[in-house]
């Protein structure tokens, strides 16, 4: 006890001193600023892998209390050079900041003392310049023992001869952030990091100036948050390139800015744009093709497309896909039709349908893959293909002892900025509303959605009430309004009797253990064939249900795994015997 003690104070002496050098250590916070916007002009050399960014970044201090510090944050492989305010400029000290927001691991982070302390909600505008290389780094992933080849096809972002491609924060900080350390082996350190980031800086904008300079012949194209940006001037000197392009202001949403660089050749058809490199035009064609052809379909779900989808090629065969505002980055190599037939109908949801509410937006565009499945292979493909994205997120939604008032709100599919939330639950949201509902009604209510009408977190809930005779206010306090975890449906009884000669009506009493309510299907077993039924089941709540089948019922199986749970092991119930009554 006494040791421990000691040690304690030991530890805050030395923490004491290590501060000392820097004034306000003890009131340093990272998250205080905001970043309003960006004007960076940037130049790129991509044989020698090199950035350089002059430019100006506006800061506006969120916290409740003067800030005389400013952090600022880019990939530990870019170095600080210049920082001003107005025309001096000013003290900072740069040192190595260990965070795997960045794909090194790790970030350079300058600690900048402004010429006064800016006051709660004032801003400050700031000229910034930094440099360095961004070449294919997996550090962060391979330092947990991610295998190499998962993590390169992760983390791979790199400034190349033949290929660039550098997504933001949460891969590569090739813009400047300020964020607390996140840890890839804490649990959801990352996540909540990055989430924390990404509700700060929606609505900031973006203004790039590019300028690259390389070896080729060819007129790369620069796309930026999935816009192709404009050449201002081109020049060919020989077997070398100076390109000047300005890619439109952009408002950041809460995906991830990317700036790509790539000798694309691009194949349009009417719903559908895909760019792709050398090589790729059969590939190319074939996902032109299996896009266009679901365009009937997405539409009759998701109303007539706002703009073409669009698509882009990724070198690697392995690399993961990634969607950057309304481009989806795919390696066609690897995207045979079946992949390609999924791909598109998530891209073609986003050109059709548009909500800034991340659980809609993305919800829909996932839940029309599942809708996809089922139209070409039946409804346990489309169930299979769900159950893949569930344990993504089963892990977060494990009950817990500790009270979580806070993470009902926080974690709600109307507040979260957890992606495996509106991704992936937020899917079974929609497929479960849609059981519950029926298709006609759940098109009407999507056909009735305005964005610029969508001004309160009840809006789309309204819209779905309106087409059906059922309230579902329950469904969406649980699911929607607040993360309430998921249910656990089990089987506690099942009572059978002889109805008529050729009839039997088994009761059964459903039990959910667990703290979400849900719409589940049981279906009863008998020699001979099933009879499916749907029940609802609130939290912490039974219900009975009574079914009539023809032959004796042998086995009750409830959900068929379009409900997502905690449990899954206790879905199947056998009728004993003994259970039959006479
Ligand atoms: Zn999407």
């Given at each position: 006890m006494k040791f421990r003690k000691m040690s304690g104070l030991k530890g805050f002496v030395l923490l004491g001193v290590l501060c000392a050098s820097v004034v306000n250590c003890f009131s340093l916070d990272r998250e205080a600023f905001t970043f309003t916007n960006y004007d960076l002009n940037l130049q790129i050399d991509p044989e020698q892998h090199r950035l350089g960014v002059r430019g100006k970044i506006t800061l506006r201090n969120d916290s409740p209390t003067p800030q005389r510090i400013a952090v600022l944050q880019i990939s530990s492989s870019l170095d600080w050079r210049a920082i001003k305010v107005g025309d001096k400029a000013v003290q900072f000290v740069t040192q190595p900041y260990t965070s795997d927001i960045d794909h090194t691991g790790a970030l350079s982070e300058a600690l900048v003392t402004l010429p006064q302390p800016v006051a709660p909600k004032g801003t400050i505008e700031l000229d910034i310049g930094y440099e360095g290389v961004i070449v294919f780094d997996a550090t962060r992933l391979t330092r947990i023992g991610t295998p190499e080849d998962a993590a390169e096809s992760t983390d791979w972002d790199r400034i190349s001869p033949s290929f660039t491609a550098v997504r933001g924060a949460g891969y590569v900080a090739w813009y400047p952030?300020?964020?607390?350390?996140?840890?890839?082996?804490?649990?959801?350190?990352?996540?909540?990091?990055?989430?924390?980031?990404?509700?700060?800086?929606?609505g900031s904008t973006t203004h790039l100036k590019v300028s690259v300079n390389r070896t080729g012949s060819d007129l790369p194209q620069i796309l930026f948050g999935g816009i192709l940006c404009q050449v201002l001037m081109y020049e060919q000197m020989g077997p070398h390139q100076l390109i000047d392009a300005e890619c439109p202001s952009q408002a950041l949403r809460l995906d991830v800015s990317t700036l790509v660089i790539a000798d694309y050749q691009v194949l349009e058809r009417p719903g559908i744009e895909v760019r792709y490199l050398k090589g790729h035009d059969a590939l190319a064609a074939n996902f032109a093709d299996a896009a266009q052809a679901l365009v009937p379909f997405i539409t009759e779900w998701f109303g007539k497309q706002r703009e073409r989808a669009k698509t882009a090629d990724l070198p690697n065969p392995n690399a993961a896909p990634f969607e950057s505002g309304a481009l989806l980055l795919t390696p066609l190599a690897a995207t045979d039709s079946k992949l390609a037939g999924l791909a598109a109908a998530h891209q073609l949801t986003h050109a059709a349908f548009l909500s800034f509410r991340p659980w809609i937006e993305e919800g829909l565009a996932h839940f029309a893959q599942a809708l996809y499945l089922e139209h070409e292979k039946g409804r346990q493909a489309a169930l299979d293909y769900m159950g893949l994205h569930r344990s993504a997120f089963s892990e977060a939604e494990k009950p817990t002892t500790a009270p979580r008032s806070e993470d009902e709100t926080n974690r709600s599919l109307v507040n979260t900025t957890s992606e495996e939330l509106y991704r992936s639950k937020a899917m079974y949201v929609w497929w479960m509303l849609r059981d519950m509902i029926g298709d006609a009604a759940l098109k009407k209510a999507l056909a009735a959605y305005r964005p610029e009408q969508d001004k309160d977190p009840s809006y789309m809930p309204r819209l779905i009430a309106a087409q059906t005779q059922r309230?579902?206010?329950?469904?969406?306090?649980?699911?929607?309004?607040?993360?309430?975890?998921?249910?656990?449906?089990?089987?506690?009884?099942?009572?059978?009797?002889?109805?008529?000669?050729?009839?039997?009506?088994?009761?059964?009493?459903?039990?959910?253990?667990?703290?979400?309510?849900?719409?589940?299907?049981?279906?009863?077993k008998f020699a001979g064939g099933t009879v499916t039924k749907r029940i609802e089941v609130r939290a912490k709540n039974k219900a009975t249900i009574r079914v009539e089948t023809s032959a004796a019922p042998q086995e009750i199986v409830v959900n068929d795994g379009s409900v997502p749970e905690s449990d899954l092991t206790n879905k199947v119930f056998k009728i004993q015997t003994a259970d039959v009554a006479k």
């Open positions: 952030i300020a964020t607390e350390s996140a840890n890839l082996s804490e649990g959801n350190s990352l996540f909540e990091v990055l989430g924390r980031w990404k509700t700060r800086e929606a309230d579902p206010a329950w469904f969406f306090d649980d699911w929607v309004y607040r993360d309430r975890g998921l249910p656990d449906f089990k089987v506690e009884s099942a009572f059978s009797r002889k109805a008529t000669t050729d009839a039997y009506m088994v009761t059964v009493t459903v039990d959910n253990l667990g703290t979400a309510g849900a719409e589940v299907p049981l279906t009863v």
